[in-house]
Structure formats: C-alpha cells, structure tokens
C-alpha cells in the first residue's frame, strides 16, 4: 500500500525462491503461535531448546538434499548414508578405537558413495532415482555389515566413559552458551553451505544445470564435477547426521536414518525448493525443517498421536508444492 | 593491433560426421576470411548446423582437418573453442530460464574475487553489452520472464561478450521483431569493420543482401559450391541448394470461395486478444500480419482453448462450438500447428511415429483403445511422403531432426486428420526454400479441398503471396482486414503499427 514499505519487500521477493521460503516463515510463525496458545508449554525455554536441537538434524539432511535437488536430481542415499555412519563410528569406538578416528573413517566412507552416485548421475547419465536407490541399498547393506548384522555395544564400553561422554556432548547433550551443540553445528554448516551455494561459482553452476543441463554444459559448465559436488554435500550432511545420532544413542542402530532422505526432500521442497531444479534457497530449507519439527513437537505437546502426526506432515507437504504450483501459473497468466 | 582482412582464419578440409543412421556430413570444405560475413546455405538437414558445432567444439569430427587462424586443432570442447575465439549462437535457445541474463551471459566464466562471485561486476558489463545491442532490458531479470525474441536478443549478447573473432549465428534472426533485426545487423556491419569473420545460418533469404559478402551452400551432407554473393542471382543460390529450380516462391492457387465455414465473435481472452472479430470462409487462405507480440499465436491459442476465454463465441459450420480444452477443439474439427515446436509442438523425446500418432489415436486404435499399428505406420508413412521429410525411418527421436524437419512433423501431424478448420502459426518459421513451397503447397491443398486455413506468419511476402485475405493485427486487436491482391508492404505496416492511443481511456 505505502510506496516505501513496499519496496524493499519487493526488493526481497525479487530474489530467486524467496517467495517459497518466505511463506514457509510465515507459515512456521503461524504453527508456533497456533500451538501455543493451546499449550502454553510450546512456548517455554526448554521446550524451545529441545526443538532446535531436533530440527538440527533434519536441517542438516535438507541442505543436502537441497543441494541435490537444484540441479534436478535426488539423493535417496542419504538415509542410508547416515545409518552407515552411524554403524561404522559406533563400531569402531565400542572396540575401543578414538573417536576422530571413527570420524574420519565414517565420513571417509560416505564420500566414497557421494562420488559413486555423482559419478553414475552426472558421467553414466543413469536416472537419479535409481542410482541413487541402488547405493541406498549399499550404504544400509554396509550398516548391517559393519557389527555382523547386530547393532553395536555401548560406545562408552570400547572407549571408555569419559571418551564416549565427550563424544556424545559434542554432538548432542552438550550445551554452548546455552544452546545445544547439535544446533551450532548444523548452523555453523548452514552458513557455510548457504555462503557456498550463493555466493560462489560453483553454486552458480548448481542453479545453471537443474534450469537447463544443455545450455549449461554448452556454455563450458563442467557438469559431471558439479553434479557430484551436490552429492558429495549430500554426503558429508548425511554422515553428520549419522554421528548426531550415535550420539544420542550411545550406540549405533541398524536402522538409523531410515526415511531420512525423504524427511530432507520434504524439508527441501515445504521450503520452496523445486524438485524440478533450477531454485531454491537454503533459507528456505532452513524453514521448512523448522516448520516440520515445530509440527510434530506441537502435535506431540497437545498429545496427537504419531499416526495423525504423519498423516499431518503429508498434508502440508503437498500442500505447499501445490501453493508454489499455483502462484507460479498465477504469475505467468499476468504476464501473458 | 593492425586488423588484417580478407586473411583466412578457419579452414575446414574433408569434415565427415555420421549419427547412427546418417551421414550428417561427408568430405565437406569450408573456408571463412577475415572482415566477411559468410553466408552457410543448404536446405534442412544439409547438415549446417552440425558443422558449425564442430567448428564450436559441441561435435567432435568423424575426419577431417580443421584449422582455426592457422593452427592446426585437434578434437576442441565448447571451452577451448571458445578460448580460440569462437562464438556460437545456437539454433535453438540456450538459456538457463530460472538465471538472470546476466549470470546467463557470464555462465562457465563468472567473475570473481577471490571465491565470491563479483555479481556487481558481471552486471555492469552486461549492461554494456545489452546497451551495445541497444536492448533495454535490466541484467538482473530473469530470463525465463522475456519474451522469446529477447530470449534471442540476450543469446547473441552473450555470444558478443566473448569478444570472439569468430562468430557463428545459426538463425539467429527467426524469432526477432524487424527493429531488432536492425540492431543485429548494424552490429554485425560493425564486427565485420573490426575484423571479425561471421558465419551466418538462415533460411530467410531476402535478408542476405543486407550484410552478406560470400556463401558456401551444402546440400545433404555434402559441399557444393562457394562464391561471392554478388555473383549469383537468388534463384541460382537456390537451385544449387535444393539441386533444381524453384519456378513459383509463392504458389498461388484461385479457388471459388464458398459458404462460411468458422466464425470467431467478440473473443477476448486476456490483454492480447481483445474483441476479435473474423470469420474463414471455404476455398481461401486467411493471412494474419502483425509485429511479433500482436496477439496473433494468443488468439490462435484461445480459440484451440489452450489459454482460458474471458468471452465470446466460436461458430463452426453455422453451429456454435464450446471449446474449453484443445480436445474439444480436435473433436470439433479445429486443429492448431504450434508457433513453439519444442515447447508445444513436439515430444523430442519420442520418435517421429509417436508424434505424429499422438493427436489421432482417436483413429489410429480400434474400439478397445489398442492401436492398430498398421493404421498407425501408414499413417506415419503418408505424413513423411507428404511433407518430403528427411529422416532414414519413422523410429527416429523428434529430437534429432535438423529444425526444419521438426517443423515438418508438427505440421504433419495435424494434417494427418480430416478438420475443418487448420490453423497454421509461422509454420514455415526456420525451414529451407523447398520445403517452404512443400507446405504453401499443402495449404493450397486444403484450401481446395474446401477446408478454412488460418495462417499466421510474420513474414510479409509470404502472407501476401499465399493469403486471400490479410487480417492485420495490433496489440490484440484486429486493426484492418485486406485484400491479399495488389496489396502493399506498407498498407499492411500502416496497420500492423497502428496502436492505440495512450490517452484513450480503457472503458
Ligand atoms: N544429435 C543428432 N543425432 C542424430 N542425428 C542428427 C543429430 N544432429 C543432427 N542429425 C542429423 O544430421 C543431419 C544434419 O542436420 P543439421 O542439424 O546439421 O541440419 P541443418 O543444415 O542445420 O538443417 P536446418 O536448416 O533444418 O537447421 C540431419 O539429417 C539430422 O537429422
Ligand atoms: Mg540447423
């Protein structure tokens, strides 16, 4: 209405996948409050710790996944992915091996499956979809692998307490400056990636293939290295993730990260990402994981059960790719 | 530097290039001098494109030599193509849609500081570049928003960005209003004085004269002959393209016109199509002139109910028709051949059967919904003979046509039924001098056979030498309607450029 108050909103709305992750603000603001006020407990400190904390790692498995899907592809790996890591650092450790040790090994190890899928996505031209299931199928045959088809022992019990509490704060019971660390890694990992994603050529080249591949080789893109850089993010998250939750466990589960990289393509796309490439913001993302753990922490607060939580989540999944669908053909009308 | 002209700066000697099934390119001799701008003839599918994409680095050469200022070069990719100062606009749209023009131009060459891209930077000389092409247009839009002749006008910025001292334009002028055509030509006269060698691919050959100084013509794979433009006259240049003489450019056949057959009544279907009156009657062509962007291919597209109706009615045959769907439209004996072949005339990815089955499976499969392949592969046969397209069998990708051939399937497939209405949008739009005639050929087919043909170009001569009637265009109104006989370049101009007047209130 008012001229000056307009602008730099439209300034703002001017940036690419900005509209997405900003109504993915909007609508996690409205969430927050909604659930508040039926349950006040929503709204206290600890309640509001403990939702960073469990947001953290679905924010980590959207960037990754974010990554990916700009450039038009997918990583359904990456749950699997985080399960190896998690299998792999919890083995070792409960035999007593140190800690970054484990680290190194685990991450050395989803990188080796982040360059596999790359390199079959972006050279052999195979489809994402499938690549990318034939390597989940590895990773999760690997976790099973690694402790002889049985989750591991207590990772305190191989490197003793003290190693295996330091571990374990480290990535999740720990606190700085009154914050989980869980968070400030995942925030210190979102400033970097966002920073590489946006301000750098290679998140340029990202952009450039999920808009249009051929344009992109044909303007001396070099699209196999670009392609398995995304996937490599995707990785290098993955295995994060996978660390955060053997240190919550104690231990590592077989399971671990099932259904993970689906939790980061809807974090992804209720934040604005395009699974069709070619846009997205990572704060985008970064709203749609909060929008998601706000979600199922309020329906937990005022006692749904998980049933009607996930049934909750589908809904608002499709829901905000049929609002982004929507604006967008609106748009286009106008222009015609 | 001392600019030296007239030096040879690329020789291609005994280039051949096969794809499973052709031989794109066989023994074929190419020479390219200093200050020139070369024209590269042949008729669809002569292979023009794949050798310029040898040159550019795209296709690597099956034999061949290939020197570029004197040195010898090996297998070359886009970059290193690029590196040796060859730039290439491409036929068909290269653009990132979701980017900026500007990241579209410095796309694989950003420019930074450090690791941070340098976005000022790269946008300011964008700028310059557009303001060189005196195209005003901001270098932070997105390119997926312009228009398709801007689309264009930003490809060949970038490829003047490079600096290049070769330059490939493979049609660049197809989707371009005339004004911009302009400002390319004026440009190109100004590459041409710096030096720069111009190889320039079209098949809208009046335009020639304008800037070009020699031409090398191909016909099917293989070189035919070069030579100084002024040596030859017009129809020499297309009897060695086409391998015969073309007697008529535009053939025109009289017929009796008979009852009205379509009648469109107060359409209005958003700010391009307003209050459209028009009806067609049997045995004529009715032309539609215009500016690119008149509303012309919005009309065509309310009427097939692609874009939604704001009003007004449709009579077919004296009967009234609702189309809210093109299938209504098809059903209703109204057919369309799409302006845009890649985005709504053609699955590239299938192959020319699938294509040109796709709209008749109403009559290709038997009463169960199976087709009937036997239909299906006379069908697709008929359409190939018929429009003389030029592919070794019906299995091949759409896709992998020359662009000519792909137009010819997207209007083949149309023709493949019996309508009563066929409504024709630039459908001669980057096809070669025979193929031209072939499809002036096949609209006076149905005009005999008594079927309404509406024919929207933006080529002025061929809608005078082909229409009946001209109905003229502007701003998505319907600004004159004339005679196609005796008619003048400028009488349709006149009215193409009439638009309304900025005080005239909107109602
Ligand atoms: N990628 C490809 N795969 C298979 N065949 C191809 C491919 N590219 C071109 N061809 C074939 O090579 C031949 C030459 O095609 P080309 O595109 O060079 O023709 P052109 O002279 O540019 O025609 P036009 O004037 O229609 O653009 C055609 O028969 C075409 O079908
Ligand atoms: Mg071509």
């Known amino acids: 209405m008012n001229q000056t108050k307009q602008n730099p909103l439209k300034k703002l709305l001017s940036i690419r996948g900005m509209g997405g992750a900003l109504t993915a603000f909007v609508g996690l603001i409205i969430i927050y409050i909604v659930f508040g006020i039926i349950n006040p407990t929503v709204y206290s400190g600890q309640n509001i710790m403990n939702l960073l904390r469990s947001m953290s790692k679905y924010l980590l498995i959207g960037i990754g996944q974010s990554y990916v899907l700009i450039t038009g592809n997918i990583d359904l790996s990456i749950g699997s992915m985080a399960g190896m890591s998690a299998m792999i650092s919890a083995t070792m450790m409960a035999n007593g091996v140190h800690p970054v040790a484990a680290i190194a090994v685990s991450m050395a190890s989803c990188l080796v499956i982040g360059v596999m899928n790359g390199i079959m996505v972006g050279k052999f031209k195979l489809p994402p979809f499938i690549a990318t299931l034939g390597t989940m199928f590895v990773a999760r045959g690997v976790a099973y692998m690694v402790n002889g088809n049985r989750n591991t022992e207590a990772i305190s019990s191989g490197i003793g307490k003290e190693a295996a509490d330091g571990f374990q704060n480290f990535f999740y019971y720990g606190k700085t400056f009154g914050v989980y660390n869980t968070f400030w890694i995942a925030l210190v990992l979102f400033a970097v990636f966002f920073f590489l994603l946006s301000k750098t050529r290679t998140g340029r080249h990202i952009y450039a293939i999920g808009s249009n591949v051929e344009a992109a080789k044909l303007s001396g893109v070099n699209v196999v290295a670009t392609t398995t850089k995304t996937y490599l993010v995707s990785a290098f998250c993955a295995c994060v993730v996978g660390l955060i939750l053997c240190g919550q466990a104690n231990m590592g589960n077989m399971e671990a990260g099932n259904m993970y990289e689906m939790y980061g393509v809807a974090a992804g796309v209720i934040g604005g990402v395009s699974p069709l490439g070619g846009t997205g913001l990572l704060l985008g993302t970064l709203a749609g994981s909060a929008v998601w753990q706000t979600l199922e922490n309020g329906l937990n607060m005022i006692g749904a059960q998980v049933g009607i939580q996930r049934l909750i989540i589908g809904i608002i999944v499709v829901c905000a790719v049929m609002l982004d669908v929507v604006v967008r053909s609106g748009m286009f009308k106008k222009k015609k | ?507």
């Open chain 2, 1 to 507: 530097m001392v600019k030296k002209m007239n030096e040879t700066i690329v020789l291609l000697e005994h280039i051949s290039k096969s794809f499973p099934g052709v031989k794109a390119l066989d023994n074929v001799h190419f020479e390219l001098r200093s200050g020139e701008v070369m024209a590269l003839l042949g008729e669809n599918g002569a292979g023009k494109s794949t050798l310029m994409k040898i040159l550019s680095g795209v296709y690597t050469r099956d034999e061949g030599n290939m020197q570029i200022f004197g040195k010898e070069c090996g297998n070359l990719t886009p970059k290193q193509a690029q590196e040796m100062g060859v730039a290439i606009i491409h036929q068909e749209l290269n653009m990132c849609r979701h980017l900026s023009i500007a990241e579209n131009i410095f796309l694989g060459r950003e420019k930074r500081k450090g690791i941070v891209l340098s976005d000022q930077e790269m946008e300011n000389e964008a700028k310059a570049v557009l303001d060189e092409l005196k195209i005003d247009l901001d270098p932070r839009q997105v390119v997926g928003d312009l228009p398709v002749s801007k689309q264009q006008m930003v490809e060949i910025a970038k490829a003047l960005s490079f600096k290049a001292k070769i330059l490939i334009m493979d049609e660049p002028t197809s989707a371009l209003t005339a004004k911009e055509i302009d400002d390319l030509f004026r440009i190109i006269k100004d590459l041409k004085a710096k030096g720069c060698g111009i190889v320039y691919i079209s098949h809208r050959l009046e335009e020639l004269q304008h800037i070009v100084d020699r031409v090398t013509i191909m016909r099917d794979g293989q070189y035919i002959t070069d030579m100084n433009f002024k040596d030859a006259t017009m129809d020499e240049i297309i009897a060695y393209m086409v391998g015969r003489e073309i007697k008529e450019k535009f053939p025109h056949v009289e017929c009796e016109k008979g009852k009205k057959v379509f009648e469109v009544k107060n359409l209005n279907a958003g700010r391009l199509v307003r209050d459209v009156n028009f009806s067609l009657y049997e045995g004529e062509i009715v032309g539609f002139a215009g500016l690119m962007g008149a509303g012309r291919t919005e009309t065509t597209r309310a009427i097939f109910g692609i874009d939604p109706k704001d009003s007004g009615e449709i009579i077919l045959d004296g009967k009234q028709v609702v189309i809210h769907k093109p299938e209504d439209a098809i059903q209703a004996g109204i057919v369309l051949a799409p302006e845009d072949r890649k985005k709504d005339g053609l699955c590239t990815k299938l192959s020319i059967r699938h294509n040109i089955a796709l709209p008749n499976l109403d009559l290709i499969c038997n009463k169960l919904g199976v087709i009937r392949n036997k239909k299906e592969e006379e069908m697709c046969q008929q359409a190939v003979e018929n429009l003389k397209i030029k592919t070794p069998d019906v299995e091949v990708l759409a896709g992998n046509l020359s662009g000519g051939n792909q137009q010819k399937v997207v209007v083949g497939k149309w023709l493949a039924r019996n309508s009563r209405v066929v409504i024709f949008d630039e459908p001669t739009r980057g096809i070669d001098v025979a193929a031209k005639v072939e499809i002036y050929h096949l609209m006076n087919d149905l005009k005999k056979r008594g079927i309404a043909v509406m024919f929207v170009s933006s080529e002025m001569p061929e809608v005078m030498g082909i229409a009946d009637r001209i109905i003229v265009m502007c701003d998505g109104r319907i600004t004159g309607e004339l005679g196609a006989k005796g008619v003048t370049q400028n009488e349709i101009l006149a009215r193409a450029t009439q638009f309304e007047k900025k005080i005239a209130a909107k109602g």
